[in-house]
């Protein structure tokens, strides 16, 4: 499962409390479009639910997370997302997170993906300053984050499927 890193913002925005659409515009996590379909796609997945409110005769939409959001933010607020890039959580950080779920050597992985090395490097670093991966000795492994997250979305694949 990928998740962008708009949809990971908006996670992470709505773990305290509802916020209604105008009040996640103005937070300015990502183009207005993206934020769009990143609800869309929030509320499809089981993360976020959309609750009709009246504001000034008006009616608008009001979001707060499932029991399964508030989970996923508690996971993602321990990384280090800061410079984690447009794409978040790609199908090939993902498929490197699943591997690490044993330790793992830069070649195994290479060779285990079928990716070129520059590329495996790059993903590894990204992985690694985000806290989801850690270096020891000789090999990769998941953190305790990366573990529970890896865990998180596993179960979530499961139920939609």
């Known amino acids: 499962m990928m998740l962008s890193r708009a949809e990971i913002h908006l996670l992470l925005s709505l773990r305290d409390s509802f916020k209604t659409r105008s009040e996640l515009d103005s937070e300015d996590l990502c183009h207005r479009d993206t934020l769009s379909k990143c609800l869309r796609r929030m509320e499809e997945l089981g993360f976020i639910l959309r609750t009709p409110r009246e504001m000034d005769g008006r009616y608008t939409a009001e979001f707060n997370l499932t029991k399964w959001g508030r989970e996923m933010a508690l996971i993602l607020e321990s990384f280090q997302l800061k410079d984690m890039p447009e794409t978040g959580l790609t199908e090939q950080r993902w498929r490197i997170m699943l591997l690490c779920r044993e330790s793992k050597r830069f070649g195994e992985i290479r060779d285990e993906l079928e990716i070129a090395e520059p590329n495996v490097d790059r993903q ?38």
């Open 124 to 161: 590894l670093k990204i992985l690694l300053a985000a806290g989801m991966i850690r270096k020891g000795a000789d090999a990769y492994v998941l953190t305790p984050g990366g573990r529970a997250l890896v865990k998180a979305l596993e179960q979530k694949t499961i139920q939609v499927a």
